[in-house]
């Protein structure tokens, strides 16, 4: 299955820009790589959970379908069932990060 899929820089010109979004976290540490007012943003934004628990957190917000959904893991493995499941249910702007934070420290250290 393809993917829209982020880089390094436009993940970080959108946290940096604290663009608005739902940041799907599996479980990776992020704060630490950004400010206080980033990481406030990222507070904000993000979900976790199965992928039915975070679909039903999105769809309880009750954003539009279009609202900008971003995924990230630690290396791009677990993506699949939380794409599938968001865009079941009718979300049509899903992103991954490509390969997840290991990606995006790969391509920062790449600088």
């Known amino acids: 299955m393809e993917y829209t899929q982020l880089g390094y820089f436009q993940f970080n010109n ?3 820009g604290r663009i ?3 940041l799907v976290n599996l479980g990776v540490e992020l704060k630490s ?3 206080h007012i980033e990481g406030l943003h990222l507070d904000n934004c993000q979900v976790t959970g199965t992928p039915d628990e975070v679909a039903k957190s999105i769809s309880d917000r009750k954003l539009p379908a279009h609202y900008p959904i971003v995924i ?3 290396d791009g493995s ?3 069932p ?3 499941t968001l865009e079941s249910r009718g979300f049509n702007n899903v992103y991954t990060v490509r390969d997840g934070l290991t990606g995006l420290e790969k391509e ?3 600088q």
């Open 72 to 74: 990230i893991d630690q």
């Open 108 to 110: 920062k250290a790449q």
């Open 14 to 16: 959108l946290i940096k």
């Open 33 to 35: 790589q950004y400010g």
């Open 78 to 80: 677990k993506y699949a």
């Open 20 to 22: 608005p979004m739902i």
């Open 82 to 84: 939380f794409v599938q």
